[in-house]
């Protein structure tokens, strides 16, 4: 099945007579005939249901269908995209361990990392993504135990050069995690470029609609656990919670990464979404291929508008031809990149704000990558508190506007954008 055809079909094939949308299983439990047979699945010697906490079977039909799309072997859904990054990243390293990190990740994955996750002693470094070989080479430590980074940087549109970043993680023998929220899986495929396990915000493209929290994570099925056993021990040992088995031998490449993140994370932490989201999320994946080329062929249009407009500074679109990254662009994700574009109007935050103000159509709200098209002047919202010589730094200037396109008429989004500039 092609891209488009698995975003309806993957996941879920139902049998005669059965129904043809996936079945909502809102139900916490399961019941089994004798003691027996559940203690199978206790001791994962047996497949199946016990409790939401863990697994529930709405959740995992529209889990494999995301791994379908990404080309992955296996795939879990979590309750939001912070749950995602935590635990792809807490399923390897521990106390003691490091991780080396993109400088440009998204804002609650850099809090997460930096603050939240350094407080349970896991450190990490964090590099340029346009950094130096050397500079890259020099972040790595024996205890290093992944690479994460994302595809398009939210906000700061800078793509990864992915296939850089695998070697240089496989060359000192960890993952490549690669956050893939802003391309989605019908712009690129990570794993097709050496990354290892793929993780999701699903609240963005993948929802679309502005309706659920959710996350994911997809396991490549690629990374040899057992070929570097001594730095991955929670994979490669025998976990006594569950009678000594060891998840590598177990479950194989293919399956180990997610199974000890459902088996351990999931049941400890249970960030578990529920099955009525799953479901939500699922209609929204199905026309995920259909919105994304609407999404991408509206931001181009829209960038080129401004682009051309006097009162617009400057425009970031990796998509534009002179944009810094629109040869790598063109290679990771030559079909489009996302919907979402910068830009700077002439006259800095003053008359951003009036700009901001002038809209109608455009909905000013923090959130990014749905149906929706929606605005964000960081200097007078999220980033208020900061000074414009700090704002500056941080690589968000006082003129910096976040659109982002949504699937409406482009026309009718240009013609917004018109009115609002022309009052400044
Ligand atoms: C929004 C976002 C997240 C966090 O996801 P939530 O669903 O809000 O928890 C992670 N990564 C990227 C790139 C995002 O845009």
């Given at each position: 099945m092609r891209k488009e055809t698995k975003c309806i079909h993957a996941g879920y094939t139902p049998k005669n007579g059965e129904p043809r949308m996936i079945p909502i299983i809102q139900s916490t439990t399961f019941k089994y005939d004798s003691s027996e047979d559940?203690?199978?699945?206790?001791?994962?010697?047996?497949?199946?249901?016990?409790?939401?906490?863990?697994?529930?079977?709405?959740?995992?039909?529209?889990?494999?269908?995301?791994?379908?799309?990404?080309?992955?072997?296996?795939?879990?859904?979590?309750?939001?995209?912070?749950?995602?990054?935590?635990?792809?990243?807490?399923?390897?390293?521990?106390a003691g361990d490091h991780v080396v990190a993109s400088s440009t990740i998204y804002g609650g994955s850099f809090n997460l990392f930096n603050v939240t996750m350094r407080r349970m002693g896991i450190d990490f470094t964090f590099v340029d993504p346009d950094c130096s070989d050397e500079e890259l080479e020099a972040a790595f430590r024996p205890e290093t135990k992944a690479v994460f980074g994302e595809t398009i940087a939210n906000p700061a549109l800078i793509v990864l050069d992915i296939e850089r970043f695998?070697?240089?993680?496989?060359?000192?023998?960890?993952?490549?995690?690669?956050?893939?929220?802003?391309?989605?899986?019908?712009?690129?495929?990570?794993f097709e470029w050496g990354a290892d396990i793929?993780?999701?915000?699903?609240?963005?493209?993948?929802?679309?609609?502005?309706?659920?929290?959710?996350?994911?994570?997809?396991?490549?099925?690629?990374?040899?656990?057992?070929?570097?056993?001594?730095?991955?021990?929670?994979?490669?040992?025998?976990?006594?919670?569950?009678?000594?088995?060891?998840?590598?031998?177990?479950?194989?490449?293919?399956?180990?990464?997610?199974?000890?993140?459902?088996?351990?994370?999931?049941?400890?932490?249970?960030?578990?979404?529920?099955?009525?989201?799953?479901?939500?999320?699922?209609l929204g994946l199905e026309s995920l291929a259909v919105r994304m080329e609407?999404?991408?062929?509206?931001?181009?249009?829209?960038?080129?508008?401004?682009?051309?407009?006097?009162?617009?500074?400057?425009?970031?679109?990796?998509?534009?031809?002179?944009?810094?990254?629109?040869?790598?662009?063109?290679?990771?994700?030559?079909?489009?990149?996302?919907?979402?574009?910068?830009?700077?109007?002439?006259?800095?935050?003053?008359?951003?704000?009036?700009?901001?103000?002038?809209?109608?159509?455009?909905?000013?709200?923090?959130?990014?990558?749905?149906?929706h098209t929606c605005i964000l002047h960081p200097a007078n919202s999220t980033h208020r508190q900061m000074t414009d010589e700090e704002l500056i730094a941080g690589g968000v200037g006082p003129d910096l506007v976040r659109l982002s396109v949504g699937i409406e008429n482009a026309d009718d989004i240009i013609e917004d954008l018109e009115q609002a500039l022309a009052c400044l």
């Open positions: 559940m203690g199978k699945l206790f001791d994962l010697e047996a497949e199946g249901y016990f409790y939401t906490r863990l697994q529930n079977p709405t959740n995992d039909m529209v889990a494999a269908k995301i791994a379908a799309l990404e080309g992955g072997t296996a795939a879990m859904l979590t309750s939001s995209g912070q749950a995602a990054t935590f635990y792809s990243v807490f399923n390897l390293a521990g695998a070697k240089a993680a496989h060359a000192h023998g960890v993952p490549l995690i690669i956050d893939n929220t802003f391309a989605t899986p019908v712009n690129c495929r990570p793929v993780t999701h915000s699903t609240t963005k493209y993948m929802d679309g609609h502005d309706a659920t929290v959710g996350g994911a994570i997809v396991d490549s099925g690629n990374f040899d656990w057992m070929a570097h056993a001594d730095k991955f021990p929670g994979l490669t040992t025998p976990d006594e919670s569950y009678h000594g088995i060891t998840y590598a031998e177990k479950f194989g490449n293919a399956g180990a990464f997610i199974t000890k993140a459902t088996a351990q994370l999931m049941r400890d932490l249970g960030s578990i979404p529920s099955p009525m989201n799953a479901y939500i999320l699922n609407r999404h991408c062929t509206n931001a181009q249009k829209v960038a080129e508008y401004l682009q051309k407009h006097e009162k617009v500074a400057w425009v970031n679109y990796p998509g534009l031809p002179g944009n810094k990254y629109y040869e790598r662009a063109k290679k990771y994700m030559p079909e489009g990149t996302c919907g979402v574009i910068s830009f700077g109007v002439k006259g800095g935050r003053a008359a951003a704000e009036v700009f901001m103000k002038q809209l109608k159509l455009a909905i000013i709200a923090t959130h990014v990558a749905d149906a």
